[in-house]
Each structure stands twice: as structure tokens, then as C-alpha cells.
């Protein structure tokens, strides 16, 4: 079995993979795609030291910073079972089981995309999902946020300071962010809220987004706003469905942690996306990955199991 097997690949799992191999003992990765979310990104300039790099580059790079250490690394494999107890077991959807004496969850999320035409075609050419992450990109230019919850209403704010001007489109009647943030929100000079608003497609010249349509819900007439950037804040959501049943999950998915990484269950740990921990950067996961496996390490220099 391992000391500590992680389950992802992505800045959370890597840095996890790092610091428990650092400790000399036995590590194992199980990945679906190593590198995670980042392998989806263009420009990253907010990783603390590295002033400006690409996603595939950052990928290749934990990828790389991993292997100078005896890590198993077991690529393209999903995980769909955590069955907790003395050895920890993870089944495989090839059929495999692997056990861990410790195990790491740092299976990510993703966002939740509004699946109308032009999304995929235009996505980081317009079509972004991140506001910390992207929002520099459109200074000074016109763009929506699509989504009037508390994230959509943030987004809205954040922008506002950044680009020209932000639409920010909601399918409901009203926006359901709380009060004090929608108050922030209107408050602004260069923001349009409109509400009853079903998005119905992302316009773009072929090569990069010029415009969204959207249809007013209440006169059923079809709107078109000019724009070179939308920003979609409809939902981030962790990937834990395999883990339903298994440990505590918070009312939105997410894996519950205390201070050190620990779930609910003893000898699991969980770092990045994928847990309760707010602001979800690449930052944030790789530091959340190093403190969940000095957590499991701290946990198997007291735990019985040999
Ligand atoms: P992830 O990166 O999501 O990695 C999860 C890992 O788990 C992957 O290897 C995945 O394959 C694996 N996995 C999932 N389910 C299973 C399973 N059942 N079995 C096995 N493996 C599984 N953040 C920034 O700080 N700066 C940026 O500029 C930035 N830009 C972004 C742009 C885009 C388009 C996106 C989508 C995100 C961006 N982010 C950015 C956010 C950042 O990518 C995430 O916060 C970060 O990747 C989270 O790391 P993680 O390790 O927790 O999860």
C-alpha cells in the first residue's frame, strides 16, 4: 500500500505529491488528465514567482517537479470509489484497487458552462470563466457577466473597476446575490443589470467574440449586445459525485476540511477546488496540497498502521 495516495493531478494534487515524497515515503498520484484545470488556461500571471507563463507550460512543469521525486505517478485513471477503514481503498474504473494508508482528495471542480452556441467555439478568445484569473485581459473593453447570484454580482464588481463597461444578464426576474452586494452593484456607474434574460448564443468574427444575444424572457423579443468579453459565474462545481455517501460534503458538493486538510473521515485529507476553501487559484490549491500532506504526515507518524 502507500504512506499517502493522492487522488488528482492538478496544482493541489502535485504539491501534495511533492511534499509528502520530500518526506520520503511512498507516494502514489492517480490522475484522470495530470496537470487539471490549468491544461484549459492560456495566459497565468498570478502565480506567485512566475511572472507570466501558459496553462500546457505550467502543467509540464508540475508534471516535471513531481517526477524528481520516487512518485508513482498513474495517469489517465478515474477513481470511483473511496472505501474508508484501517487501509484506505480507491477503486478504479478499470477495475484496479489501490490502498493508501493515508489518502489525499484533490479531484478539482469545473465550471458549469451555459451550453449555448459560440461558448466552446470562443472559450479563452472571449469567453472566460474567471474573473481574478482574466479580468486584466479586457481592460478598458466592453463585457457581460452572465449570472446574478453572489458570484455573478462579485464578478460584476470586480470588473467594473477593471474594464469599461459590464452587462450583467439573468435568466430569473431578479438577481439573487445578497442585498448588500446587489446595493454595491447598482451602485456603479458603468454597470447594466438586466434581469428576465435568457443568453442564447455568443457572437464572434471567427476568431474571437464580438457580441452576445440574448432573449427577453418577458416580450420574448430576441436583444443583441455588443461586447468582447463574457464572463460565465453560473456555478463551479467539485468533482465529488463519486464520493457521495462516503465523507461529509457541504450543501454545494464540496469536500469538508479542517485546518490541516482533514475530512470527516480519519486518514483522508482533500486540498484545492474540490474542498470547502474559498477562492479557488491555482495558488491557493498547490499551498492547500502542501498542507494536506503534511497533515496525512502528521497523521501516520501517530496512526498504528505499519
Ligand atoms: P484541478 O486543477 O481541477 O485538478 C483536478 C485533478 O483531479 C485533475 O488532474 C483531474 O483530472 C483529476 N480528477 C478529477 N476527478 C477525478 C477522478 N474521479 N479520478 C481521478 N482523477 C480525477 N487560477 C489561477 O490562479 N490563475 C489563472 O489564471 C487561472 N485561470 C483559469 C482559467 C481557466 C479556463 C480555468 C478553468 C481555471 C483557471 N484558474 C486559474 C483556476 C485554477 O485552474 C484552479 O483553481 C486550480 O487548477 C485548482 O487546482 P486543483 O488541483 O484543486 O484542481
Redesign the pocket.
Known amino acids: 500500500p502507500y504512506d499517502v495516495l493522492i487522488?488528482?493531478?492538478?496544482?493541489?494534487?502535485a504539491a501534495a505529491a511533492v511534499y509528502a515524497a520530500r518526506k520520503g515515503i511512498r507516494t502514489g498520484v492517480?490522475?484522470?488528465?495530470?496537470?487539471?484545470?490549468?491544461l484549459?488556461?492560456n495566459?497565468?500571471?498570478?502565480?506567485i514567482s512566475v511572472k507570466e507563463t501558459d496553462g500546457p507550460k505550467f502543467a509540464a512543469a508540475l508534471e516535471e517537479h513531481v517526477k524528481t521525486y520516487d512518485v508513482d505517478i498513474m495517469n489517465v485513471?478515474?477513481?470511483?470509489k473511496l472505501i474508508p477503514g484501517k487501509m484506505i481503498e480507491v477503486r478504479l474504473a478499470n477495475g484496479a484497487s489501490l490502498k493508501g494508508k493515508s489518502v489525499i482528495l484533490?479531484?478539482?471542480?469545473r465550471?458549469r458552462n451555459i451550453n449555448v452556441p459560440g461558448e466552446d467555439e470562443y472559450r479563452?478568445a472571449g469567453v472566460a470563466?474567471?474573473p481574478?484569473?482574466?479580468g486584466p485581459l479586457f481592460k478598458g473593453k466592453d463585457v457581460a457577466v452572465i449570472g446574478g447570484g453572489n458570484s455573478g454580482v462579485e464578478a460584476a464588481i470586480d470588473l467594473a473597476g477593471v474594464v469599461r463597461h459590464v452587462t450583467l444578464i439573468e435568466f430569473a426576474d431578479e438577481l439573487k446575490a445578497d442585498a448588500v452586494l446587489q446595493r454595491k452593484l447598482r451602485s456603479l456607474s458603468n454597470v447594466d443589470v438586466i434581469v428576465s434574460a435568457q443568453t442564447t448564443e455568443i457572437l464572434g468574427d471567427g476568431k474571437k467574440v464580438n457580441g452576445l444575444t440574448y432573449k427577453d424572457r418577458q416580450s420574448g423579443e430576441s436583444k443583441k449586445v455588443d461586447l468582447e468579453g463574457v464572463f460565465i459565474q453560473i456555478g463551479l462545481v467539485p468533482?465529488t459525485e463519486?464520493l457521495k455517501g462516503s465523507l461529509s460534503l457541504s450543501k454545494f458538493g464540496e469536500i469538508e476540511i479542517d485546518a490541516k486538510g482533514q475530512t470527516s473521515v480519519p486518514g483522508v485529507f482533500a486540498?484545492?477546488?474540490?474542498t470547502t476553501v474559498p477562492y479557488?487559484?491555482?495558488?491557493i490549491?498547490a499551498g492547500d496540497?502542501a498542507k494536506a500532506a503534511l497533515g496525512a504526515f502528521d497523521h501516520l507518524i501517530r496512526s498504528s498502521v505499519s
Request: proline share 2%; with cysteine; hydrophobic share 40%.
Open positions: 487522488v488528482g493531478g492538478g496544482p493541489a494534487g492517480v490522475a484522470e488528465r495530470f496537470g487539471g484545470q490549468v484549459d488556461t495566459a497565468i500571471e498570478n502565480f485513471q478515474r477513481a470511483e484533490a479531484t478539482g471542480a465550471w479563452n470563466y474567471c481574478h484569473c482574466d468533482n463519486w486540498a484545492g477546488d474540490v479557488k487559484q491555482i495558488v490549491a496540497g
